[in-house]
């Protein structure tokens, strides 16, 4: 065996906090790749998305208004609904709509049941796992910071647009053809598009230190911190989900990367190909900086918006949301890595997170074996996720067109 061939070291961020304990118990053995597998797995870094870039470049080229016209048109009526449509309005649509061979919309549907069934608890893993998680990786915060879409005080609009895109995707029967949650899919892949083709006008932007901007190993790694960091976030947080179900959350996720313009030749089929693809990133992309830091001090400083407006009872709140949230980061990203971000040490707070995973853990093993209430908690989860995404609503201009972004990007 050569030296290319022989599998690598565990890296330092699957040896702490939660995901030590996480690969211990939900690994399918030995994830380690190659330096062979780690080096073609960088090679798509210098790749993007051909069909999306093409077509944010030309409604670059049409008058202000048209081609995104074009594009929302296409995305509810389909291609053959517009006349003459241009080339690549054409060939991005052609290629969305030509449904992969792989999609059975009946395990997309029962995935999307799982994660309904947990109701708002899915917003931890979101925010404190997913979202805390990924500023770790400086290479894919650098279009964030260069647009200024995770400035301090933007941060809390994008944690508001990101869960109600969440909620949109994870929705059953939203991500059929022309729903609203496959409209969703396609109007962030647009949006990485307009930022990527922005980046690649900065004079500024280091493509020997920072990669292709919004590539192809950062949208995957994005993938992989919807679908399996939350699944396994919500396993720590005591949750208990049946293989089928997981399996079923990974092909759900396995159709929105398919939709966000991932290439076939890494989007994760299976649990143990997001493992492997885990092992991969977390040895190649989790790699802070001071962006780091800044991105999750605004994500902690968004977590206080709880409390404004509520006088002393607020001031209250927003400490007791930042310390919560701050201690499930704290829990599943390990003491060096949350040290680095500056995330509060609070062991009160982590000893309520887990006494709450127990509690739910207690109540999940009831739920297994108690007739009839898997479906009472789908409804009941159901109910509290529309409650609170029209709260949202009421609360914040929540824009599904993502307009702003373009702007932004422009």
Known sequence: MSVDDERLPEPDFLRTGGFRLATRLYAPGDVRGTRRQLDTFREYAQTADPLADDLVALIERLPDGEGRALFERALTDGIDAIPDPPAE????????????????????????????????????????????????????????????????????????????????????????????????????????AHVRAAMNRRPDWDYDAWDRPINQVQTVGTLLLFSLVYVLGMQLLGVRYTDDER??????????????GITDELLPATEDDSWRLLWLLATSEFIPDDDSKRLAAALLTAHEGVGEGRGALGSVLAQLSVRLHGSVSRLVLGK?????????????????????????????????VL????????????????????????????????????????
């Not at 770790?136 to 990101?162: H, N, W």
């Not at 399996?247 to 966000?260: E, F, N, Q, T, V």
């Open 89 to 192: 309005l054409t060939a991005f649509f052609r290629h969305v709509e030509a449904t992969p061979y792989w999609v059975d919309h009946a395990r997309i549907d029962a995935g999307a049941r799982a994660v309904v069934r947990t109701g708002l608890l899915g917003l931890f893993p979101l925010g404190d796992m997913a979202l805390m998680g990924g500023y770790l990786s400086s290479r894919a915060t650098k279009p964030l910071v260069g647009t200024g879409a995770l400035i301090e005080d933007m941060a809390p609009k994008r944690l508001v647009e990101t869960t109600n895109w969440w909620l949109d995707v994870t929705t059953p029967g939203a991500l059929r053809t022309h729903e609203h949650g496959y409209a969703a899919a396609l109007r962030v892949r647009l949006v990485h």
């Open 336 to 368: 060096d890595n949350s040290d680095f971000l500056g995330l509060p040490n609070d062991p009160v707070a982590q000893g309520a997170v887990l006494a709450g995973a127990a509690a739910n853990f207690a109540a999940e093993s009831v739920r297994r």
């Open 247 to 260: 399996a079923d959350i990974h092909h759900l996720w396995r159709y929105i990367g398919w939709l966000m």
């Open 371 to 410: 007739p009839g209430a898997t479906a009472v908690q789908e409804r009941i989860g159901e109910f509290g996720r529309k409650q609170y995404q029209r709260r949202l609503g009421s609360v914040f201009r929540i824009d599904r067109t993502y307009a702003r972004h373009m702007r932004a990007a422009a």
